[in-house]
Structures are given as structure tokens and as C-alpha cells.
């Protein structure tokens, strides 16, 4: 068991009046890769906007309850810049910067501190070959990003992120607009990328989520529109032996 | 941090630099809507600005005469008939119909310094204010002209007019104080300095940029005329008669605010005089409803015709790429060139002459991409159901366009129109050369005409009155920013 | 039998119709070339008397003069430094306006900024012209000396009322910069300054530059708000703060009393304003068709 990173504490939020999480409790540990699993519209993507924070985004959210990060609280003990550098998120949809590759990923680093020529490429260099996409691209580092396939796309935006070396990665259904090839790519960048890092995956995929992951939580709506989480644990475990029906129902097909 | 720091800074560097439009448009506002209702002029005279509250008459003058204060020079010259039409006075342009109470003459020979005789000319009328008062055809008729003025007993109370004060008060000074020094000469003074001089609050004639000489009240016009530095503050009649007697006395040159109120309802709702210069822009209002009228009428089927044929019947191709194009070159067409253009086709070529037809033509053209635009968005946002539904029916396409998605769209549409009223409103440099400068009442498509926008180009152009520029800008802002309201409200509702 | 020749009927107005509204169509791009030409017509007979070098790089213009001359050099650089001038100032307020409305776009500040600039956009240049006589003009007189008429307060003037154009276009390309882009900055620990700058700006550059191009073809095009205030002497104006005449201005001026060759020599100034605002649409047009394409390699 390794340490925990994050730990949510009754975590409840509302977009305006209506209720869209419900008492969220979870640990994730520190270099794992936990999947949240579960029918659309549960709140899986809406939690995990919660962990970097990128809910403040939206007006109208309000939130009731803690979240730990490495013991501090995101809200109150933290420097939001500082969380969000370093629990870094990769978009269900690529979105890549309308600039060259190289621009994109120097990107964040020269948010923080002015860097040399020469250490800006190394830091692009190292970015790209921990997304499995420098030998691809190292001869046009200096053309438009939006020159790349959708997969290729996808792991500049991993780079992009890994490249203001973060501890956490969030993924939003990373791969549910790519080919199969492109997914499994990623797939195995996750589990080698999980050495150095702590990644959270929201998927729609459950072979995916049984592929990758060490922890799996599991959530659903409640009648009242709610997300809550069912229950969580470890990937093996909720799969060949889930402890609610519920879930053993949704692992088996019988909706979702 | 220090990125935190400069983000909000930055945040509001850029808040502050929007709300400096909110603070130009303010100003510009505000700035015209006061001095369209309130004029102030400097001018310079003679006398300082205390009134004499002791003469033993008083002086009214007609509503509409712009006159509530005169000098007595003014005035002086106004009982000799040396003014004989209040242009001069007040921008009122109508000779001036004076009376004078007959137990006043001796009285009045003696303070303006007149002769009798002077009485006895044709300007001026005898009449008591008893007389007056009962004449009521006449008290009536006085009234309603805008250049009457009596002069009538203290306390002869006669209502509906102003009451005219009367300033008399002339520093008369020693010649040294207005003598050349180093080539400059003491100028003309503030009231406020006035003040100080008379409560010897200042020592010497150089603190009002006079030259280097000790300021001396004195007690006597003699005194004035040998002493240097001398100055006292006298009677104007007195001064006058010192004049006349050949006194070696002058006076300092004083400045007078002139604060009245500028946009009147008379303005309005009278006639322009004089080609514009005098009077009232009634007719230019007129001629301006007019012209935006026929302009829109002209404009408006073409325009949504042309959005019809886009939306409704357009390929992509060159054809259409062509449309598109021609709308958004017509669009960026300075008004001048339109003015041009109308002037070589309409006024000359097709012979239509300076007149409201060429005008009309031209800025029709210039305001087609307005309604164009508008209502091709407006057309297109039309739901396609409708559009299916009637057509699922058997109507042609041009009886859906006509009986379904016109009338869907119209609000749209409306908002179009309205947008090119306000830009016809305010339109001057295509009209210059192409509609005339009449500002008569327009009679017919063919005659010359002004319209508001251009009148005031022409006002400032041609040296008129600064005031009446002002009075009219505040017309047509008025007239924009009801276009613009009005466009709002129908906005809204198509929202809703 | 009736029914048929109803329906008929209906389908002769329909063909009929397609025509009519084809033609109302057409009459924009009628009127452009019409314009053109007849504008052309007149102006280059000019040419034949006077050269062209003359005409655009000589100083000297003396329509009057015993030897008259026709040079708009003065012109053309005062119509370009007022211009140059407005957008210069313009371009901050613009932008910072077009950035606010569209980033911070929740509020009454912002409602009333955008009805801010629909009012300043609907108010007609003579007044606005009216408003540098009385403001503007006694400002630049206090702080530079002078008399106040000048380039500069045109320069001011015209600012103002470009910005409108400016504010609106450019709001409207920010807008369209995708959410996704905004939210992977953030997402990285980005500043919204940061990100307004280094991503969502660059990104929209290209509307924000038509909206520039815009601006200028409207700035050098107005005519009587700078003839209220741009002093109309017809010399060479060496700093902003001298009076001077614009290309338009020259052409209101002395138009009501030109004649021959004079009068000519107007049209054909107008003519090199016309051209070169059709070059500047014409840019724009590319532009746009541009970044249509597509941002490939």
C-alpha cells in the first residue's frame, strides 16, 4: 500500500440548487492508476474537476466538504496555481494550442520561470519521449500541432502536461475519441507512466478500467439526480468480486 | 506570487480601459445635451455686470426675445434706432417693436443722453403701460412677436413678458492704465477682477496685466482725467455725458457671460429664416423625416429581396460569392464617394438636379447592406420546419417566402430598417452634394432641400451661430437615441 | 380545369420572382462597379494633364495659382499620420474592451459597456465633429499650444469612433476561440492573464487584425468629422499638432467650386481613396478565406 495523495472527505456539490455530487469519500494512493467507472452523467467527470480545482471555472458551483492533497486542503491550504501545475488534466478531446509542438509544450514551463534555449529543449525532449511521441516528431518540432493525427494529438497533450512535472494526471475519457491503435498506445504510456506519477482515469471503457487499473471506484445516480460513489477498491477485487449488487449488475452489462 | 500580482493588475489594466468608453460617451453626452440647452457666450462691452436695481422704469421684452439683460449702450442704441433688429442682440432675427411710456421721456432724454427729438422717430411708440395693459389685441399681438420691448413706470407689472435688468456700471480709468507698455495693453476683465478692484483688493494695475502703476480709487470723473492710475466706477449716463463733454477719460472693457437656454420649443416648432442662419429648423426636421421616409421606402424592398434571394435561392459559386463581395464593398464605401457618385449620376447624368430625389437615391444605395445584412440573418434564422411544413402543403416557394418566413422573420427584419434610419439620420457628406441646401419646406422630389444632420455642417461651415449648431445636434442626438431604443425594445422582445 | 391553370399561374409568378429577387440582389454589386467606373471616368482624364508622379508626391497644391498645381503628397500624409495616429490610440481601449466583453462577460459593468458601444457607433460624425470643436480641440490648444485645430485632435476624434468597429469584430473572433483551448491553460496552472495573452489573443489574431483593416478603410474614408477639426490648411503638415488637410477633406472642400481641370484632379483624389479602400476590403476578404483553409503545416 503506498501512501495516500489524495483524500476526499464528504464531498458534496451543486451546479446552482441542483445537487450533482453527494458524499464523496476516497483515498487514491500515490503512484496507482484509479479508474472512476460508471453510466454517463453520474458526476465521474464532475469529481474529477474537483481534484484540480477546474470546477471554479464555473459560476455557478458550489461545494460542501474537503479535499486533501498531500495533506493540505485544495481550498484553503493551497496555491491554486501551484495544485493545478501539479495535478496536471488531459482532455477528453485533444486540445491542442494552435502553435508549433514545441511552442505547446514550453508552454507551461515558461509559465513558471524563464528558461534557457537549451534547457527549454530538453525539457520538450523529455516531455515528448515520456508520451512516446519524440521519435515521431523530433524533425518538425517547429511546425503547427494541428498538423498531427487525433492519437499523435492526444499524447502532445499528455507531453504538454507532463512537461511542468506534475504528480498527478487526470484523464477525462482520454482515448474515447480515438482509434484503437492510438488507445492502446496510450494505454501503455498510462502503465508506464504510473511509475513516476499518480493517474485517475474517467472511462466509459470497463476493459479499459480493467486493463490499466490498480483501483477502481465505482459510481451511479442516485432518484434525486445525485452522484455518489457505490463503492471503491481495488480493480481486481471489483471486478471478479464486487461487494454491491449494483455494481456487480453494471460490470455484467445488465445496464450502463 | 508574483504572477498572481501582475495577473491582477493586468485584469485591471483592461477592466479600466473599457470603462474609459463608458467614460468618452459620457462625456460626449452630457457635454451636448448641455450645451444644446444651455448657451454661454463671452462677449466683451462696457459695462461690468451690476445691474442697477434704482432706475426709476423697467424694461420687458417678448418671451421668445432671448433678451432678460441689456446694457445701457444697448439699450441707448436700441431707444436711437442704431439697433434696429435684435439679430445683433440676441440671434432673434425681427426688428425691434419699442414703447415707451410717455412719463418716462424726460427722464430717459436725461440718462441716455439723448435728445428729445430722438423720442419723436418713427421706431419708437408712445404708449402708457395702463394703455398697454388694456390694449389686449395689442398686449396680445406684443406678446407673441419675438422682438418687443417696453419701457414702462416702475412697477407697471405687465405679465407674460421677461424683465429685462438693466447693467450700468462702466470702470472708467485714467488714459495711462489703457496705454501700451512694452507692447502689450491692459485686456479685458473678469467680473471676479471687477470685484477685487472695487473693494481694493488689488494694488497695482499690474496684477491685471496692466502696467506698472499704482491703482487709485477716486471720487470724481476730474480726478479720473488727471490722475494717473486713476479709476472709479460710475454711472454709465454719468460717463456718458463726461464723454460728451469731451473728458479725457476711458473705460476698461469688461467680460459678460451670457448664460440662457439654448434648445426652446420655439426653436423647433418655427421656420428657418435667412438660408438657416436665423430662426428655426422646423422645416429642416420636416425635410429630414421625409427624406429618411422615402429613403427606407426605396431601400427596404430591394434589400430584403436580395437577403431572400441568399438565403432562399443562392448556390455556392461564383455568382454568389460575387452578391457576397458586392455587399461587403458597398458596405465599406465612404459616405463622400456615395456623395460623389450621387452627384455624377443622379444630380447630373440622369438630371435630377440638387434635390431631394438625388439625395434620397444616393443614401438609398448606401444604407442597402445595412437592411441587406440584417434581414438575411433574420431570414435565415427562420425555422426550417416551417419552412418544410408549408411547402409539405403544396405552396411554392415563393408563397412560403411570402406568407411564412417573411412574417417569421419580420422582427428581424424591422431591427434592420430601424439601424439604417439612425445611419440615414446622421448622414451629411453624401447629401452635400446631392440634395441641395434649401431650408424651406420641401415641396416635392424634385425641389431643394437641407436636412438636419447637414444643416449643422453647414451652420459651422458657413460661421453661424455656434449656439443653434448645438441646439440642432442635440435634435438629432435626441432623434438617434430614440432609433436606438426603439431598436432595443423590438430586440428584446424577439428574444422573448 | 381551373385548378390547372391556378396552378399554372403559380408557377409563372415563381419563376418570375426568381428573377426579380436575383436582380434586387445583383444591384449591390451593380452599384459598387457603377461607382467605380463613373468615379474612374472622371478622374482619369485627369492624368492626361497632369502626371502621375506630380499628382501623388508633390507637395505643392495651388489650384489657383496663376501655374496651377496638383500636388496631394500634404494629403495623402496627413490622411495616413491622422489615421496612423487614431488607431494607435484606438487599438488599446479596443482591444482591452473586445477582451473584457468577451472573458468577463458576466454583469451589468458589461451590459452597459456594450451599450456603450452601440450608442458610440450610432452617433453621426458631425457630431461627433461638433464635439471636437468644442472639447478636443481647446484640450490639444491648452496642453500643445497652437490653436488647438489640428491632426491631432482629428487623430482623437476618429479613435473614438473607430473604436466601435474595432471592439465588436475582435469580441466576436475571442469568442470564437474554443473553450478547450482556455481550459488546458488553466488546466496547467496558467493565470487568466496568462492564458488571455499567451493563448486565446494569439489564437484570434487574425479577426483582430481584419478588424484593424477595417477600422483603417473607415477612418481614412470620414470626412466631416475631421474637416471640423483637422484645421483644413492645404500645406503640408509637419507635426500632429499643425493643421492640416485630409485626401477627404480636400475633396468636400474644394469641390463646390471646382471646375476643368481642378475639378478633375478632386475626382481623380477620390478615385486613389476609393481604390485603396477596395484594397483594403480585398485584403480582408483574403485574409478570411485564409484562416478558412485551414492552419495546416
Redesign the interface.
Known amino acids: 500500500m503506498n501512501e495516500s495523495l489524495f483524500k476526499v472527505n464528504d464531498l458534496d456539490l451543486w451546479y446552482g440548487d441542483h445537487q450533482a455530487l453527494n458524499k464523496i469519500n476516497m483515498e487514491i494512493e500515490k503512484n496507482s492508476i484509479t479508474a472512476f467507472i460508471g453510466p454517463s452523467g453520474c458526476g465521474k467527470s464532475t469529481f474529477l474537476r474537483v481534484l484540480?480545482r477546474?470546477n471554479d471555472?464555473i459560476?455557478s458551483v458550489t461545494i460542501k466538504g474537503n479535499v486533501f492533497f498531500e495533506g493540505k486542503n485544495i481550498y484553503n491550504d493551497m496555491d491554486i496555481?501551484?495544485?493545478?501545475?501539479r495535478v496536471?488534466?488531459v482532455?477528453q478531446?485533444p486540445?491542442?494550442?494552435?502553435?508549433t509542438i514545441f511552442d505547446n509544450i514550453s508552454?507551461?514551463p515558461k509559465?513558471?520561470k524563464k528558461y534557457k534555449k537549451s534547457e527549454l529543449y530538453d525539457v520538450v525532449e523529455k516531455s515528448l519521449k515520456q508520451a512516446a511521441l519524440w521519435e515521431e516528431v523530433k524533425d518538425?518540432l517547429h511546425?503547427?500541432a494541428?498538423?498531427l493525427s487525433g492519437g499523435q494529438q492526444q499524447r502532445l497533450?499528455l507531453a504538454?502536461?507532463l512537461a511542468?512535472n506534475p504528480d498527478v494526471i487526470l484523464m477525462d475519457e482520454p482515448t474515447s475519441a480515438l482509434d484503437p491503435i492510438s488507445t492502446t498506445k496510450i494505454e501503455e504510456l498510462m502503465i508506464e507512466l504510473k511509475k513516476e506519477y499518480t493517474i485517475i482515469i474517467v472511462t466509459h471503457n470497463m476493459q479499459q478500467a480493467s486493463r490499466v487499473s490498480e483501483a477502481t471506484s465505482f459510481f451511479l445516480i442516485d432518484d434525486n439526480r445525485r452522484g455518489y460513489l457505490v463503492e471503491s477498491g481495488e480493480t481486481s477485487e471489483i471486478f471478479l468480486n464486487p461487494k454491491d449488487k449494483r455494481t456487480e449488475d453494471y460490470i455484467s452489462g445488465k445496464f450502463g | 506570487m508574483d504572477?498572481?500580482k501582475?495577473?491582477r493588475i493586468?485584469?485591471t489594466?483592461?477592466?479600466s480601459?473599457?470603462?474609459?468608453?463608458?467614460l468618452?460617451?459620457a462625456?460626449?453626452?452630457s457635454?451636448?445635451i448641455y450645451?444644446g440647452l444651455y448657451s454661454n457666450k463671452l462677449i466683451e462691452r462696457e459695462v461690468s455686470d451690476y445691474v442697477n436695481y434704482d432706475l426709476p422704469f423697467e424694461v420687458y421684452s417678448s418671451k421668445n426675445s432671448n433678451v432678460d439683460e441689456l446694457d445701457y449702450f444697448t439699450l441707448r442704441k436700441i431707444v436711437q434706432g442704431k439697433i434696429y433688429s435684435l439679430r445683433k442682440v440676441s440671434n432673434v432675427n425681427r426688428d425691434i417693436k419699442l414703447y415707451i411710456d410717455p412719463s418716462l421721456i424726460k427722464f430717459l432724454s436725461s440718462y441716455l443722453n439723448l435728445e428729445i427729438s430722438e423720442f419723436e422717430d418713427d421706431n419708437v411708440n408712445i404708449l402708457t403701460a395702463n394703455n398697454l395693459i388694456n390694449d389686449k389685441s395689442l398686449l396680445k399681438e406684443l406678446k407673441r412677436y419675438e422682438a418687443s420691448i417696453i419701457i414702462s413706470e416702475k412697477n407697471s407689472n405687465i405679465k407674460g413678458f421677461n424683465s429685462v435688468e438693466i447693467s450700468d456700471m462702466v470702470i472708467s480709468v485714467n488714459k495711462d492704465v489703457k496705454a501700451l507698455y512694452d507692447n502689450k495693453r491692459i485686456g479685458n476683465l473678469k467680473n471676479e477682477e471687477v470685484e477685487s478692484l472695487i473693494n481694493d483688493s488689488i494694488k497695482n494695475w499690474s496684477e491685471l496685466n496692466g502696467p506698472n502703476l499704482d491703482v487709485k480709487k477716486v471720487d470724481s470723473l476730474d480726478e479720473v482725467a488727471k490722475i494717473s492710475g486713476a479709476f472709479m466706477p460710475i454711472q454709465a449716463s454719468l460717463y456718458q455725458k463726461a464723454i460728451n463733454a469731451q473728458k479725457q477719460i476711458q473705460s476698461l472693457q469688461v467680460f459678460h457671460e451670457v448664460s440662457t437656454q439654448n434648445l426652446k420649443l420655439n426653436y423647433l416648432l418655427s421656420e428657418s429664416e435667412d438660408e438657416g442662419k436665423y430662426g428655426g429648423i422646423l422645416s429642416i426636421i420636416f425635410n429630414t423625416l421625409v427624406m429618411v421616409f422615402l429613403t427606407i421606402i426605396i431601400a427596404t424592398?430591394?434589400?430584403v429581396?436580395?437577403a431572400?434571394?441568399?438565403v432562399q435561392?443562392?448556390k455556392k459559386g461564383k455568382l454568389t460569392s460575387?452578391?457576397k463581395?458586392?455587399?461587403?464593398?458597398?458596405a465599406?464605401?465612404?459616405?463622400?464617394?456615395?456623395g460623389?457618385?450621387g452627384l455624377?449620376?443622379f444630380v447630373q447624368l440622369m438630371g435630377l438636379g440638387f434635390s431631394l430625389i438625388s439625395g434620397v437615391l444616393t443614401v438609398s444605395?448606401m444604407i442597402?447592406?445595412t437592411i441587406?445584412r440584417t434581414s438575411e440573418e433574420a431570414i435565415r434564422s427562420v425555422s426550417p420546419s416551417l419552412i418544410e411544413a408549408s411547402r409539405g402543403l403544396g405552396a411554392?416557394?415563393?408563397?412560403t417566402i411570402f406568407k411564412v418566413v417573411l412574417p417569421s422573420a419580420s422582427r428581424g427584419i424591422t431591427t434592420g430598417i430601424i439601424l439604417a434610419i439612425?445611419r440615414a439620420?446622421?448622414?451629411?457628406?453624401a447629401l452635400?452634394?446631392t440634395i441641395g441646401s434649401s431650408t424651406s419646406f420641401v415641396s416635392g422630389l424634385k425641389s431643394s432641400s437641407r436636412v438636419l444632420?447637414q444643416h449643422?455642417?453647414l451652420i459651422?461651415i458657413e460661421g453661424g451661430s455656434?449656439d443653434d449648431?448645438?441646439a440642432s445636434?442635440l435634435v438629432?442626438?435626441i432623434l438617434?437615441?430614440l432609433?436606438?431604443s426603439i431598436t432595443k425594445i423590438i430586440m428584446k422582445k424577439e428574444i422573448k | 380545369m381551373k385548378k390547372n391553370t391556378n396552378n399554372k399561374r403559380?408557377?409563372v409568378?415563381?419563376q418570375g420572382?426568381?428573377v426579380?429577387?436575383?436582380l434586387?440582389?445583383?444591384?449591390?454589386?451593380?452599384?459598387?462597379i457603377?461607382?467605380t467606373l463613373?468615379?474612374v471616368n472622371?478622374g482619369v482624364p485627369f492624368f492626361s494633364e497632369v502626371s502621375f508622379t506630380e499628382f501623388m508626391f508633390s507637395l505643392d497644391w495651388s489650384p489657383s495659382a496663376d501655374i496651377p498645381k496638383y500636388g496631394i503628397a500634404s494629403f495623402i500624409l496627413a490622411s495616413f499620420e491622422v489615421v496612423l495616429i487614431a488607431i494607435i490610440l484606438a487599438i488599446?481601449?479596443g482591444l482591452?474592451?473586445a477582451?473584457?466583453?468577451s472573458e468577463?462577460a458576466?454583469g451589468k459593468?458589461s451590459k452597459?459597456?456594450r451599450n456603450?458601444?452601440?450608442?458610440?457607433a450610432?452617433?453621426?460624425?458631425?457630431?461627433?465633429?461638433?464635439?471636437g470643436?468644442?472639447?478636443v480641440v481647446p484640450a490639444v490648444r491648452n496642453t500643445f499650444g497652437g490653436n488647438g485645430y489640428s491632426l491631432l485632435s482629428a487623430s482623437i476624434i476618429l479613435a473614438?469612433m473607430i473604436?466601435p468597429t474595432i471592439?465588436n469584430i475582435s469580441e466576436v473572433s475571442i469568442r470564437t476561440v474554443?473553450d478547450?483551448?482556455r481550459?488546458?491553460?488553466?488546466?496547467?496552472?496558467?493565470?487568466?492573464?496568462?492564458t488571455?495573452?499567451?493563448?486565446v489573443v494569439?489564437?484570434a489574431v487574425k479577426g483582430i487584425v481584419t478588424s484593424i483593416i477595417?477600422a483603417l478603410?473607415?477612418a481614412?474614408?470620414?470626412?466631416?468629422a475631421v474637416l471640423?477639426v483637422g484645421g483644413n490648411a492645404a500645406v503640408f503638415a509637419k507635426y500632429p499638432t499643425d493643421m492640416g488637410r485630409t485626401l477627404?477633406m480636400n475633396?468636400?472642400t474644394d469641390?463646390s467650386y471646382a471646375e476643368g481641370t481642378h475639378l478633375s484632379a478632386l475626382?481623380a483624389t477620390?478615385m486613389l481613396?476609393?481604390i485603396f479602400?477596395?484594397l483594403?476590403?480585398f485584403i480582408v476578404?483574403y485574409i478570411s478565406n485564409k484562416s478558412k483553409v485551414?492552419?495546416?503545416?
Not at chain 3, 116 to 120: P, S
Request: hydrophobic share 60%; net charge positive; with cysteine.
Open positions: 484540480d477546474m471555472l459560476d496555481l501551484e495544485l493545478r501545475r496536471g488534466m482532455f478531446k486540445n491542442p494550442f494552435p502553435m508552454y507551461g509559465l513558471y518538425r511546425t503547427s494541428l498538423g497533450c504538454r502536461t511542468v | 504572477r498572481k501582475s495577473n493586468a485584469l489594466l483592461i477592466q480601459l473599457s470603462v474609459l468608453t463608458i468618452i460617451l462625456l460626449m453626452l457635454y451636448l450645451r424592398p430591394i434589400s429581396a436580395g431572400i434571394y441568399l435561392y443562392a460575387l452578391i463581395t458586392g455587399i461587403d464593398l458597398l465599406a464605401v465612404p459616405s463622400i464617394i456615395f460623389l457618385f455624377l449620376i444605395i442597402l447592406p441587406l411554392t416557394k415563393i408563397e439612425g439620420l446622421g448622414e451629411t457628406a452635400i452634394f444632420a449643422i455642417y459651422i455656434i449648431a448645438f445636434a438629432l442626438i438617434v437615441l432609433v436606438n | 403559380r408557377r409568378i415563381e420572382s426568381k426579380v429577387l436575383l434586387c440582389a445583383l444591384v449591390s454589386i451593380t452599384a459598387v457603377a461607382i463613373y468615379i472622371q488599446p481601449v482591452s474592451t477582451i473584457f466583453l468577463f458576466k459593468l452597459i459597456v456603450t458601444i452601440e450608442l458610440l450610432g452617433i453621426p460624425s458631425i457630431i461627433y465633429g461638433l464635439f470643436i468644442a472639447i473614438i473604436l471592439i474554443p478547450a483551448l481550459h488546458a491553460s488553466i488546466a496547467m496552472g496558467a493565470t487568466k492573464w496568462q488571455i495573452y499567451k493563448v494569439p489564437a477595417l478603410g473607415r481614412i474614408g470620414e470626412t466631416t471640423l477627404t475633396i468636400i469641390m475626382f477620390a481613396l476609393f479602400i477596395l483594403l476590403n476578404v485551414g492552419a495546416g503545416e
